[in-house]
Structure formats: C-alpha cells, structure tokens
C-alpha cells in the first residue's frame, strides 16, 4: 500500500526533505533483533509504501513539490540529488516565479483555482504509478500563505476525488511569539477548511519542537533545518513499517501499565479500544530502543484558544 506526499510551501518542501531522507536512512540501517528475511520484508515494505522504482539504482521519492516560488523547491530537488542515496521524479515539482506572500485568502482563492488542474495532473501521474494507493500525506504550514491556503485548497481537491483514499495533513504550529503578522488567521482559515476536508491532523507545535532542540539536544543556535530534523525523526518513527513474516513480526496487544486506566480516556471509549500498542523487533535508524505516541486528546485547546483570542483581538482592532 503505497503513500504519495504532496509537499506545499517552504515549510512542507524542508520538512519533506527531511522526512525521505529519514525513512531511507532507516531502511538502510542494520537489522537489529529481528531477522535478515523479516529486515528484506522490512525495507521492502518501506520502499513500496515511500519510493517508487528506481532510476539508475537511485529509489524515487512518492511525492509531488509544490511552491509559489523557485527558490525552495529547487533547492530541495537539488539537495535530494546530490545525496546520491534517494531522488524525487523529474516531473515531480509545481512552481511559479511569484508567491502569495503570507496572504491565506490569495493561496486559497487565487492561487489555487488558477493553479488546479497543473497540480491535480502532478498528483495523477504520480497516483498512477501506485499498485495499491493506500492514501496521502500533505505536509504544510498553518501560518504562511501557500503552505496554509493553497494547502487548504489542495487537500479539499484530494477530497473531492479521491474520497475513498485516507488524506492526513500534517500541520506545524507557529511560534506563540509569531513569525507572521497575520498567523492568527492563516490558522484559523486553515483549520476550518482541514476540518471538513481531511481525515486526520498530525500537528507539531515549533515551540515544543524548539525546546526538544534545546533542552533536550543541547543546540545552542538552534536553525529551523534542526527542528526539522527532530520533525523527520517523529515522523519517521511513526511511519516505521511493522510487517508480518512467519513468526509475525508486529503484535496488537491490551493496554499497558497505566494506559489501563479508565479516566485517561472518553465514557463511551473502552481502553482495550482507545490505546494499542504495535511492535517490531527491527530497530529505528541508530537506536536500539525507541517508541512513539500518536494520541487524540485536547492538548490543542489551550494554544487554540490562544489563537483564536489573538485573531479576534486583531479583528476588533
């Protein structure tokens, strides 16, 4: 089951980067505890699900770039080919020389009808070259204006015609202390607009990544190529494919330790329903241990509401 990555703006088109670079990394790494058979169906796994054939041995990244501007996406195909290790296709990109700046309203309602049906082939050819489409992953900002608006249009499309295939969005919330003036309202807009459109939101907050990058990591000047890379290393994580090989190499367990806890989880929800665990004997990249949470809860209310009072405040002003 194969998965095709639309990358939007600079934000999506970094964090892309990054999240190929990790999966292959990965795949590439020694086996672990688990076996030679269970790694191959390991890293065939993982290939079929991410990359596509090879060209001249080089794996083919499942994705389609998309930005207003050049500048990033060139960059982005470059990097990719000088790694010798993974590339994107060759008409994989969607570019303009001008961009919508940081204007939601223009990415959504200009840029993206005007820019639909090039965008929408882009996505067809490479749907095409899947056997079995398993859904999409649409990478992107809530705080500028092609990742958010033109995101926001992009997955709507996705929606419309591609209903029966899983659409998840990942979003990454802006600094608290704002980096665009306008941020209070590219994320409300976008918001509204993924609720109705796209069956999950995957959301990465930059202060709790920044602070992973400090606290934790002890980065001194901390660059948004490092937060990046903290991103790919979750993402990465969550994405590790766990494949069954005789003696089965995942497994569907009850609720652990304190998982088991009634109160942790909604009245109409049992826990045996609402928490599983999977698990695979093959390690992640360079780590012999690791684990990763994908939970559904109400984190999100309080920098919402944080948001929300800040574009009203704007709005009254």
């Known amino acids: 089951m194969s998965v095709v990555t639309v990358q939007l703006g600079q934000c999506g088109n970094q964090i892309g980067f990054e999240v190929f670079d990790a999966l292959y990394t990965d795949s590439h790494c020694p086996q672990g505890l688990c076996s030679k058979r269970e790694n191959e169906a390991y890293q065939a796994s993982c290939k079929e699900r991410f990359f596509s054939e090879e060209e001249n041995g080089v794996p083919i990244a499942r ?24 590339k994107y296709g060759q008409h994989s990109c969607f570019c303009q020389k001008q961009g ?36 999409f992953f649409i990478i992107m900002s809530m705080a500028g204006g092609t990742g958010s608006g033109l995101g926001a249009f992009v997955t709507q499309n996705l929606q419309d015609q591609y209903s029966n295939s899983l659409k998840m969005n990942h979003i990454i919330w802006p600094y608290r202390t704002g980096e665009v003036i306008v941020q209070n309202y590219n994320s409300i807009l976008t918001l509204s607009h ?34 990046n890379q903290v991103l790919a290393h979750q993402l990465g994580s969550v994405f590790q494919p766990t494949y069954s090989v005789e003696g089965s190499c995942h497994y569907r367990r009850n609720p652990l330790g304190g998982f088991k806890d009634q109160a942790l989880y909604t009245s109409w929800l049992k826990p045996i329903n609402a928490f599983n665990v999977w698990k695979t004997q093959r390690a992640f990249r360079k780590y012999e241990k690791s684990a990763a949470l994908v939970s559904n809860s109400q984190f999100l209310l309080k920098p919402l509401d944080t948001i929300v009072g800040k574009a009203w405040n704007m709005f009254a002003s």
């Open 194 to 227: 993924l609720y109705r459109s796209s069956d999950a939101l995957l959301v990465h907050e930059n202060d709790a990544l920044h602070k992973i990058c400090a606290k934790l990591m002890n980065i001194k000047q901390i660059s948004f190529s490092d937060i």
């Open 63 to 86: 994705a389609i770039l998309v930005d207003m501007e050049p500048k990033v996406t060139s960059q982005t195909l470059s990097k990719a080919a000088q790694s010798g290790r993974w």
């Open 100 to 135: 919508s700046g940081n204007n939601w309203a223009y990415g959504y309602s200009v840029d993206g009808p005007r820019h639909e049906e090039s965008i929408m082939n882009l996505i067809q050819k490479e749907v095409e070259k899947c056997d079995s489409l398993s859904g």
